[in-house]
């Protein structure tokens, strides 16, 4: 199993247009055939010292492998997000992890 970890910072973290413009966008990418499981959402309520709320939006993907995650990074919805939303912020943070 390949997990592609993904947090994205608004540039502009109180313009509700924004924030559910990329929200629609990362959503947009639920469509692409090589993932299997989806989960989108921003930070949960939860506070300690460890924990990093800072960011607005996480999409937590999952592929049944290395060359699926290859695929999605191509494919054309990605592309076509990349595209049409990367103004919308400041920061992405990726974490891919092998399980």
């Not at 313009?15 to 639920?30: F, Y």
């Not at 300690?48 to 999605?72: C, M, Q, S």
């Not at 997000?81 to 092998?98: G, K, P, T």
Request: glycine share 4%; proline share 4%; net charge negative.
């Amino acid at each position: 199993m390949f997990v592609h970890n993904v947090f994205f910072w608004l540039k502009e973290k109180d313009n509700e247009e924004a924030r559910a413009a990329l929200l629609k966008g990362i959503k947009s990418l639920e469509a692409i055939e090589s993932i299997k499981s989806v989960y989108i959402g921003p930070p949960a309520a939860t506070r300690r010292p460890v924990i990093d709320a800072t960011y607005d939006f996480a999409e937590i993907l999952i592929f049944d492998d290395e060359a699926g995650h290859d695929v999605y990074q191509v494919h054309p919805l990605h592309k076509k997000f990349i595209e049409e939303n990367a103004h919308l912020w400041e920061r992405v943070l990726i974490y891919d992890v092998e399980a």
